[in-house]
């Protein structure tokens, strides 16, 4: 019989040990000792091999406490879940292991409503070329989570301090990019425009706190044109539906990145809006930053659609319809090129 001690200092306690200390209970149903919370200590007392496990889960979801913010049911019974795999004979559980933490490394941000996470192969790439790389291009249909992704991963290194600010922003091609002859004021006429992005960020973040963000500009949504002259440093941007951004617009944009900041440029370039003899940036630029260390593409196709079932069926019917024509929306936007 052991006995350990946990300090709490600094530690959200009701956070760490749940609403009605649920969390908590949830703990010491998965291990044989006890678990006594005393100020601000956390008394463990039992067998040396259960003390110590108990106190690696603790530490682990402190950590994941201190970095997210919060923590959900499912942090905690991942956390238990390894703990306990890796006391067990590695032989019969690796690839439970294994499947535990990948959903570890595929969790880009915890919320109220749950984890968000990359739930296809190519979503998973997605999510890894943004942590290798500042500028990342992501190409591919609709529903297959670009933007939602995007912006879970810039509110992400928002909450983990590693940017101080977020800039998302679409060309507004509807309008022309010119909105002067739109009735309200600037927020009236572009929140048609941009409300995919406001949608998103309902998602993820409580309403008193995006509504701070928001009024103290750490957040903001912006049409592609009201970039001109800023240079954004320690910043998330994003540049979202870029295939209705032109070369200049899009080169525009990549030249407002300041000191540590990354950028991601999502786009469907089966679904461009421009002018037929306009170059669309998002397919140009494909061939211009090709190789340049510190910048990926990522090309997600119908396995990755994430939305109602029967949006891959329409995802692939399209497809059919365009072989059989002998051109796809792509050649035909840029044909009088």
Same mark, same amino acid.
């Given at each position: ?23 908590l209970h949830l703990i010491e149903k998965k291990f044989d000792a006890g678990i006594t919370v005393r100020g601000d200590n956390l008394i463990l007392k039992g067998e040396k091999d259960e003390v110590e496990k108990i106190e690696r889960v603790f530490k682990e979801l402190i950590f994941i406490l201190n970095k997210n913010g ?123 425009? &941009? ?7 309902? !998602?993820?973040?409580? $309403?008193?706190?995006? +509504? *701070?963000?928001?009024? @103290? ?24 539906e870029a295939q209705n951004a032109t070369s200049l617009q899009m080169k525009m944009f990549l030249t407002r990145l300041g000191v540590n900041s990354k950028a991601i440029i999502t786009g469907d370039i089966t679904q461009i809006d421009l002018p037929s003899r306009t170059t669309s940036g998002l397919v140009e630029i494909q ?22 079932? &029967? ?7 399209? !497809?059919?319809?365009? $072989?059989?024509?002998? +051109? *796809?929306?792509?050649? @035909? ?5």
């Amino acid at each position: 019989m052991v006995e350990r001690k946990i300090k709490l200092s600094g530690v959200n306690t009701l956070a760490l040990l749940g609403y009605n200390d649920i969390y908590l209970h949830l703990i010491e149903k998965k291990f044989d000792a006890g678990i006594t919370v005393r100020g601000d200590n956390l008394i463990l007392k039992g067998e040396k091999d259960e003390v110590e496990k108990i106190e690696r889960v603790f530490k682990e979801l402190i950590f994941i406490l201190n970095k997210n913010g919060h923590l959900t049911e499912n942090d905690v019974n991942i956390v238990i879940d390894l703990v306990k795999l890796d006391s067990e004979d590695l032989s019969t559980t690796h690839k439970k292991k294994k499947h535990v933490e990948d959903e570890f490394d595929s969790t880009i941000l915890f919320t109220k409503n749950g984890p968000i996470k990359a739930k296809t192969p190519g979503q998973l790439e997605y999510y890894r070329q943004v942590k290798k790389n500042d500028i990342v291009f992501v190409i591919g249909p609709a529903g297959t989570g670009k933007t939602y992704l995007a912006v879970a991963m810039a509110v992400a290194s928002l909450k983990n301090h590693e940017v101080n600010k977020i800039i998302l922003c679409r060309p507004a091609v509807e309008a022309g990019e010119n909105l002067g002859f739109l009735p309200g004021d600037l927020r009236e006429k572009i929140d048609p425009y &941009l409300r995919p992005l406001y949608d998103a960020l309902d !998602d993820m973040l409580p $309403a008193d706190k995006l +509504k *701070s963000y928001f009024d @103290k500009r750490i957040i903001e949504i912006i049409p592609l044109a009201y970039m001109r002259g800023r240079t954004l440093s320690n910043a998330f941007v994003i540049l979202d539906e870029a295939q209705n951004a032109t070369s200049l617009q899009m080169k525009m944009f990549l030249t407002r990145l300041g000191v540590n900041s990354k950028a991601i440029i999502t786009g469907d370039i089966t679904q461009i809006d421009l002018p037929s003899r306009t170059t669309s940036g998002l397919v140009e630029i494909q061939e211009i930053l090709k190789g340049i260390e510190g910048i990926a593409f990522v090309y997600l196709d119908k396995n990755d659609v994430v939305r109602h079932r &029967l949006v891959k069926d329409i995802i692939e019917a399209y !497809d059919r319809y365009n $072989a059989m024509n002998g +051109k *796809s929306n792509e050649k @035909k936007d840029q044909s009088n090129e």
